[in-house]
């Protein structure tokens, strides 16, 4: 039998993390190790409290899973049919498949995308960095402080109160850089968004590559309204889950930003990348607030996604592993 373990990673981070619903100083997540037979593999979960995911909470599921029997997991199907009887929350899902798929991997001799079946990222991945939302007269030093000109796309997140003085300062700064805007769910309507957005689409100097759900996911009416009026490409997050109905996805948006975290696992993370695809929409790979061990993983499957936000690790004081390495915003797996 396989032995499994749950340790919680108690991270500070560089700065104060905040979005559209909620800032934090630090972050607690969970590192996940299965060993047996000379091979072991380790998975990341990053709890999301949008999804009622906590700590306490994913801790006391894992050991629901043990008393379960875990342990008698050996294979990843074993692992698939035990959580379809055990459902645990996403990312704690994605913790366990991925670090029984990284000791399949390394017992089988296989990197892990030829163990999933996809191709290899061709070099470094180029990654967007985001700015959380801070007050205007912040952004000048934070940008100098962090580096940010020297990745090739910036994510900016936005409220709906302070998106507009938040991006007048950035386009100032970096007129012509590209940008993803992340709303989180901020505005609550499409008229209200709209107004929003024919403020924003004057700044001089803004070149936005996408908006990131804006509206709320239950608002999939608005969103079907708003489909091909914007100006630039939507794209879905909260509102894909891990039972999506692409085809409604894609009478609502232009592309998907999958969260492996979200999607609870690689096997759903690349269903969810194959549908989006299928349904003639782009794909994004996006991330938590992780360590380099969820950005690794993610790096295994890079190469299927049109655009990857994996900045994740960088947002962690004292980073503890060490897996990934950033130089002029391109990730490289050094493991």
Known sequence: MLTWTLTPLSLPLRFTWKIARNATATKTNLLVQVAGGGHVGRGEAAPNIRYHETPEGLQAEFAQLVANGLSR????????????????????????????????????????????????????????????????QQVAGFVHEQGLTRFPMLKI????????????????????????????????????????????????????????????????????????QLNCPVFA????????????IARQFDGVNMKLMKAGGYLNGLHILRETRAHGLQTMLGCMVETSLGIWSALQISALADVCDLDGFLIVRDEPFGLVQEADGLLTGVR
């Not at 908006?211 to 708003?226: C, K, S, T």
């Not at 997050?237 to 409604?248: L, P, R, W």
């Open 73 to 136: 997991c050996e294979t990843l199907t074993d692992l698939t049919a035990f959580l379809a009887q055990h459902p645990p929350a996403a990312a704690l899902r994605f913790a366990l498949e991925s670090a029984l798929v990284h000791r399949e991997a390394s017992r089988l001799g296989q990197s892990v995308p030829t163990y999933l079946g996809v191709p290899a990222p061709n070099g470094p991945v180029p990654t967007a960095v985001s700015l959380p939302i801070m007050e205007p």
């Open 157 to 228: 997140k936005v409220d709906r109160d302070g998106a507009l003085d938040l991006l007048t300062e950035v386009t100032r700064l970096l007129p012509g850089h590209p940008l993803i805007i992340d709303g989180n769910e901020a505005w609550p309507d499409a008229d209200s968004l709209r107004r929003s957005w024919e403020q924003i689409q004057r700044l001089p100097g803004l070149r936005v590559r996408l908006l990131e759900q804006p509206l709320p996911a239950a608002r999939a009416a608005d969103y079907r309204a708003l489909k091909g």
């Open 237 to 248: 997050d909260e509102s894909v889950t891990g039972h999506a109905d692409f085809a409604e």
